[in-house]
Structures are given as C-alpha cells and as structure tokens.
C-alpha cells in the first residue's frame, strides 16, 4: 500500500483530532453469518451525511469492511484526500494499522486498498457500545439495516453466480 499514512489514536469519546472530516463507520449482523447492516456517518462542517445498507447473507466483518469502503468511495467520488475514520471494529483498525494478516474477505480488502489510495486517513478505534455519540448513531443504523436485511429473500447461488459476472 503506497502513498498511504496510516495514523491510529484511541478515543474514550472520539473528539476532532485536526482532520477536516470526521467518518464514522459500522458493520452489524444479526447471527453470524445471517442478515446484516452497514452505516457511514460523514461529519463535514455543518453537514451530516448518513449512507447505509443491507445484505441478506452476510457476517459482521464484511459489513464493518463494506461500511469502510463506501466511506471511502464517497470520498472518491467527492474529490476529499483527507479524513478521520472511526470505527469500532478492532480487527480492522489493526489490520490497517499494524498490516496484521488478511486472511478473509480478499474481495473487500481488495476494494478497500483500491479506494485508500491517494488518501491520507487518521484511523481511530473506539469502543463499541460506549459513550461516543456518532459511534452510538452508526451502531443503531447500521442494526436497524440488519433488521430490515432480515425481511429480504435469500439470494441463491444462482443469483450470486449472475451477480458476480455482470459486476
């Protein structure tokens, strides 16, 4: 991973560190594997922008990887080389922090190197279930996700197989 700063700081209640805009980001999954959610919650200045999903089939790892990886598409898409991402997921701060081994979901980390570049992140961990407002908001988003990816059809192998050709 070149042209990356990787910079990590624990937060007991996540404040401003110097970086314009401030990410947080969570994964949930209701069983494990079972039907999951993502939530992204991008503090710009005044604005609040939330981006979320679900997907019937899933684990809680790949939706905290996902929720990363759409917070780094949206800054692509939005021309922003810097930001302060938060996230409670330990596995993953670690990974991108200590270069700990990717042993699952090559897939994702693939994506999400592909989206780190040109970027000069400030990953922070926080504690999950804890006293951080925004980090409380993303949880509650992202499992109101899961609920609703509860309600959706199974996708088949068949349609797993289709997906993965056309995309």
């Avoid at 922070?124 to 988003?141: E, F, L, P, R, S």
Wanted: aromatic share 8%.
């Amino acid at each position: 991973m070149k042209n990356i700063k990787i910079q990590l700081t624990r937060a007991k209640n996540a404040k401003s560190r110097g970086a314009q805009i401030h990410i947080y980001t969570d994964g949930s999954c209701i069983g494990n594997p079972g039907p999951g959610g993502w939530a992204v919650i991008i503090l710009n200045g005044a604005e609040q922008i939330i981006l979320k999903g679900r997907n019937p089939e899933t684990t809680n790892n790949r939706m905290e990887m996902t929720a990363i990886i759409e917070a780094l598409k949206w800054m692509t898409k939005n021309s922003v080389e810097r930001a302060e991402i938060f996230s409670d997921s330990n596995l993953l701060i670690q990974s991108l922090t200590k270069n700990w081994k990717r042993k699952k979901n090559k897939d994702l980390w693939s994506e999400l190197d592909k989206y780190l570049k040109g970027k000069v992140i400030q990953w922070t961990w926080v504690k999950g279930h804890a006293d951080d407002k925004y980090n409380k908001k993303a949880d509650k988003i992202a499992f109101t996700e899961s609920i609703k990816a509860k309600k959706m059809p199974q996708q088949t192998e068949e349609i797993k197989n289709i997906q993965q050709k056309l995309f």
